[in-house]
């Protein structure tokens, strides 16, 4: 077991490194100088020389890369252009904020999406199931920005039940918790309704019922657990990617989580900002996927042993 | 009823409702299961073996459904029970093995947890005593490492082990009845005549009643005390089982004990009784077999034949007897 889990980690080295080569290359291949962009046309050719030296801007892009993943080995991504501080302290500063949002829109998800699933599966093809799929399915069709600006309007501006926007006390992460929760919520049901009905037919679940038990305790003991396994590796991928951020939901909530930090890189052309969210993220991705394979192996006997 | 029966079927109906109209898999069966034997209910595939025993446990899934009858348990009619009291008697009462021990055991649970929740359903026992019962019940169906094994998940045993262990879920709770769907089926045969030892000594140690579904007359020779053989959805052919291989009556019947493998006879294809089984949902008006027999004659595609009572017990489904119906084939010879 621990073995296996050391050779995913290993595994996942060379990815890690490829990526990181794409993104340095595709955000280095946008032509021109960002120094020049940021500082418009007021700026002195003679500064302007000056800052780019000072960022290394002025050394080939093979030597920037080369110098980049040296930093990148000692875990240093460099310092943002435009804040002129170090990206480690603001991924820092901002990862709390999308931590807390990802929580808990991820438990909403949940708690919207595997109840719906299982409900659905035992009532398949009846109206409980399409109420239960159409609601679930309708966080998924609704654009984000739209529903959080109707969630704004009736709970925040007009029943004024919480705060339109921020991040400083905890009632303010409820909307977007559920803005961001319900719209993954559909692909949990979706999945755990499938996965649930498919093994519903299998014959361990006729054992089950053989032996006397009761029709909860066959769907939540002998079928959920197997059901559960795919849904799994989607949470963890899913905790992963609302960790790199939810870019609409942070901006229309004013959260200054890690999806604000990238908008903001992007529309400063902060290249070293935008390569450490980035980063970040894929480095997140990665291990989302280790921790589903890892829970995976935990939970089937079968996968554990080879 | 007397309580020397365990299982009294009468007149059971089971359909499925399809989409192409209503099919009976089950079709006015009766049956009996006396006390402490063997009873074989043999048939080629999809003459409603396992929807008659999914009947007995009210097991039949939509579009099924059980129509019309009775299935009396120890004198109480098990239809008219609610759906928590059959709960209470399913793997405790009546409990039941499956064709596929590869499948029919969850594969993420150990094989002692599954042992063990299924007497813990039934009876309030300790961790321990669960744990003591469990045990015993593996020494008893011939699981070496009692202890040991217990801890295995089910792809860790093999297809033998795998339906000692169901045989042993199954009998944990010492049940009345114990319905065992082709058990044997997906084994090979020295582990297949194993288990049916098995069965049999569980029997003569526990005096529980057996309903052993099979296609293999071998089998039913081995095992059963008596023997119903169905077709289509009816009952063809009942007889105790000495009487019944000694005396064929029904031409179905023969048609099925020629197709039985034979170590002394080197063949290159088994017997198989030409034609192929009707569709449940278009059968002839007259007797289900007619279109495969060769002795039908008019009568048998307008009139359904009646069981009817040959010799003391034994009861066949048919105008004629063989006897009659071969020695008319001889004579025109
Ligand atoms: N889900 C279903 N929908 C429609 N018809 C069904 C369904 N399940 C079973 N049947 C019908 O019931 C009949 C009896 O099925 P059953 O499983 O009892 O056969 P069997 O004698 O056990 O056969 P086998 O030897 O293959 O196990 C089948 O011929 C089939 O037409
Ligand atoms: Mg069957």
Redesign the pocket.
């Known amino acids: 077991m621990a073995k296996k889990i050391i050779n995913r980690v290993l595994v996942s080295i060379p990815v890690l490194i490829g990526v990181i080569f794409i993104i340095y290359v595709m955000l280095n291949i946008i032509p021109g100088n960002p120094i020049e962009v940021m500082m418009a046309e007021h700026a002195r050719q003679d500064v302007i020389d000056r800052i780019s030296a000072y960022y290394g801007l002025d050394k080939p892009v093979w030597e920037q890369f080369l110098i980049y993943m040296k930093n990148l080995l000692h875990g240093d991504l460099g310092v943002s252009y435009k804040l002129n501080r170090s990206v480690n302290s603001l991924i820092a500063d901002a990862f709390p904020y999308t931590l807390k949002l990802a929580i808990a829109a991820a438990i909403v998800s949940w708690l919207i999406g595997i109840p719906a699933g299982i409900l659905s599966a035992i009532h398949e093809n009846t109206i409980v199931d399409r109420l239960f799929m159409g609601f679930s399915l309708l966080g998924v069709s609704m654009p984000v920005f739209w529903a959080a600006l109707i969630f704004q309007y009736i709970f925040a501006y007009r029943l004024a039940w919480v705060p339109v926007s921020g991040a400083d006390t905890w009632q303010s992460y409820i909307l977007p918790a559920i803005v961001l929760g319900w719209s993954s919520a559909g692909t949990i049901a979706r999945l755990t309704r499938s996965n649930l009905l498919e093994v519903l037919e299998e014959d361990y679940i006729r054992t089950a019922w053989a032996k006397g038990l009761s029709q909860a305790g066959v769907i939540l003991h002998h079928a959920f657990k197997n059901a559960l396994l795919p849904v799994i590796t989607m949470m963890a991928i899913q905790v992963a990617s609302l960790l790199s951020g939810a870019v609409i939901t942070e901006t229309v909530f004013a959260i200054p989580g890690i999806g604000r930090l990238a908008v903001d890189a992007i529309t400063n052309r902060d290249m070293p900002l935008l390569q450490g969210t980035v980063i970040f993220t894929t480095i997140l991705i990665i291990a989302g996927n280790l921790i589903a394979d890892i829970l995976y192996s935990v939970i089937d006997p079968r996968i554990r042993e080879k | 009823m007397s309580e020397a029966n365990t299982l009294e079927i009468r007149h059971l109906r089971t359909v499925?409702h399809?989409r192409k109209g209503d099919?009976a898999?089950?079709n006015d069966v009766s049956l009996t299961v006396p006390k402490g034997k063997i009873v074989g209910i043999v048939?080629?595939?999809?003459?409603?073996?396992?929807?008659?025993a999914m009947s007995v446990m009210q097991l039949v899934?939509k579009?099924?459904e059980i129509e019309s009858g009775q299935i009396l348990f120890r004198g109480e009619d098990l239809l008219q029970k609610t759906p928590g009291e059959m709960q209470k008697i399913r793997g405790d009462r009546i409990s039941m093995i499956f064709?596929e021990p590869m499948t029919s055991l969850n594969p993420v649970y150990t094989v002692g947890h599954q042992v063990e929740e299924a007497l813990r359903i039934h009876e309030h026992l300790s961790k321990e005593e669960l744990h003591r019962r469990a045990v015993e019940i593996f020494e008893a169906v011939g699981i070496p490492e009692a202890e040991e094994r217990l801890k295995s998940y089910p792809h860790q045993l093999s297809g033998g082990l795998r339906q000692r262990v169901m045989i042993g879920m199954a009998m944990i709770c010492k049940p009345d009845l114990l319905i065992a769907?082709?058990p044997t089926t997906a084994l090979d045969v020295t582990i297949e005549a194993q288990i049916l030892a098995l069965m049999k000594k569980l029997r003569d140690e526990n005096g529980t009643s057996i309903l052993l579904?099979t296609?293999n007359m071998g089998v039913v020779a081995k095992m059963c005390d008596f023997v119903y053989v169905?077709y289509a959805?009816r009952v063809m052919e009942q007889a105790e089982v000495f009487e019944l291989f000694r005396n064929v009556q029904h031409p179905y019947t023969a048609g099925l004990l020629q197709s039985i493998p034979r170590i002394d006879h080197v063949v290159d294809r088994l017997y198989t009784i030409p034609g192929v089984v009707p569709n449940?949902l278009h059968l002839p008006a007259g007797c289900g077999f007619c279109t495969r027999c060769r002795y039908a004659q008019d009568r048998c595609y307008e009139e359904l034949p009646e069981l009817r009572e040959i010799a003391p017990g034994h009861f066949i489904r048919c105008f004629s007897t063989n006897q009659e119906l071969s020695g008319k084939e001889e004579s025109h010879a």
């Open positions: 499925f399809t099919l898999a089950v048939g080629e595939s999809g003459c409603g073996k396992s929807m008659t899934r579009p099924g064709q769907d082709e579904i296609h169905m959805g449940l």
